[in-house]
C-alpha cells in the first residue's frame, strides 16, 4: 500500500506482452478471478475512493470476433455483428444448419468455443476436448464453421502466405509482429508462428484500440476538469474511480470514444456498468 495515497497501486508495461496489450505487475490486477466465489470476493474488495464516488467499468463486447469479421471480410458475421444478432447463436445456426430460434445452449456453447478457439488456431483435438466430444465430430464442427465462414478460412490462408512472405504481420493501425519462426524446418516451431500470424493482427489490433480509446478518454477527462478518473485497464475493460456529480457525462464520454475509436463496418460496442465495488460494476 502507498503511504501517501494509502492505496494499492499496480505497474502497468506497455512492452512485455508480444501482442502489445498492457501487462500488470506488482499486484498484477488483471487476472483477479471473477468465475469463482472467492475470486467474486476479492473483487468486493476493490472500492471507489469515498462516498462520493462509485466504480464505472466499460468493456468492449466481443471485440476480437468483431475484429475478425473486419479482417476477414467475412460476410456472414459483418451481417450478425451489424444486424445485432447474438454471433454465437449465428454461428451455431450456420454450423448446425437450423433457425437461429432452434439454437439450444448446447450447440450456442460449441459454437462460443470454436468461435474464440479459431482466433487461437485450435485444432479438431484441442475441440474436442475443450467440449468434451470426439475428434471426429470437433473436425466436422471446424469444417462446418470454415464452409459457412469462407471468409474466415480465407484470411487464415492469406496472412499465413503473407507472414512467409515478409515475415511479419500487422494490426488495423499498422504495428507489427515479426515472426521469424515462420519457416521453421521444425513443424512444432513453425505452427506456433502460424498460429501468431492468425492471432497477432487480432489481439494486437484490440490493444491499439484500448490503448488509443484511453489516450482520447484521458485527454476529454483532462479538458473538462473532472473530478472522476480512470484507474484501472483489464484487457478489454476500463475502470473508472467515478464522482457522483459525473455519472451520466463520464458514460457518455466512455461509451462515444470507446465506440469511435475507429472508423469500421462492423460496430464497437461497449458495456457500461455500475456499483460500489469492482464486481457489482463489473
Known amino acids: 500500500v ?5 492505496r494499492l497501486h499496480t505497474t502497468f508495461n506497455q512492452s512485455v506482452t ?7 505487475v506488482n499486484p498484477n490486477l488483471q487476472n483477479i478471478p471473477i468465475r469463482t466465489s472467492r475470486g467474486m470476493q476479492v473483487r468486493k474488495a476493490f472500492i471507489p475512493r469515498s462516498e462520493e464516488y462509485f466504480l464505472l467499468a466499460a468493456d468492449y463486447s466481443q ?21 445485432g444478432i447474438d454471433i454465437h447463436s449465428a454461428t451455431a445456426s450456420k454450423v448446425y444448419k437450423v433457425a437461429v430460434s432452434d439454437v439450444n445452449k448446447t450447440m450456442r456453447s460449441n459454437a462460443k468455443a470454436v468461435n474464440f478457439g479459431i482466433i487461437y488456431g485450435i485444432s479438431p483435438f484441442g475441440l474436442a476436448q475443450n467440449i468434451g466430444i470426439s475428434r471426429k465430430e470437433a473436425k466436422e ?3 462446418q464453421y470454415f464452409e459457412e465462414f ?6 487464415m490462408d492469406r496472412i499465413i502466405d503473407q507472414a512467409r512472405k515478409f515475415k511479419y504481420v500487422e494490426t488495423l493501425m499498422g504495428r ?10 521444425n513443424a512444432v516451431i513453425r505452427s506456433v508462428a ?8 487480432i489481439q494486437g489490433s484490440a490493444a491499439d484500440i484500448i490503448k488509443q ?3 482520447k478518454i484521458h485527454e476529454v477527462i483532462n479538458e473538462r476538469g473532472m473530478k472522476s478518473k480512470m484507474v484501472l485497464q483489464v484487457h478489454d475493460e476500463l475502470v473508472f474511480d467515478t464522482h457522483n456529480t459525473e455519472r451520466e457525462e463520464l458514460k457518455e464520454i466512455v461509451k462515444y470514444e470507446m465506440e469511435s475509436v475507429i472508423d469500421t463496418r462492423v460496430p464497437l460496442v461497449v458495456d457500461v456498468g455500475e456499483g460500489l465495488n469492482w464486481l457489482e460494476a463489473h
Not at 508480444?18 to 500488470?24: F, K, M, Q, W
Not at 471485440?63 to 444486424?83: C, G, P, T
Not at 502460424?194 to 493482427?201: D, L, S, T
Open 2 to 6: 502507498n503511504p501517501l495515497t494509502n
Open 18 to 24: 508480444s501482442t502489445g496489450r498492457l501487462s500488470s
Open 63 to 83: 471485440i476480437e470476433l468483431r475484429i475478425m469479421a473486419l479482417l476477414s471480410e467475412d460476410k456472414a458475421m459483418i451481417r450478425a455483428f451489424n444486424e
Open 141 to 143: 464442427i471446424i469444417d
Open 150 to 155: 469462407s471468409g474466415v478460412k480465407k484470411y
Open 176 to 185: 507489427r509482429r515479426y515472426l521469424l519462426d515462420i519457416n521453421s524446418q
Open 194 to 201: 502460424e498460429r501468431n500470424a492468425i492471432n497477432a493482427p
Open 213 to 215: 480509446a484511453m489516450i
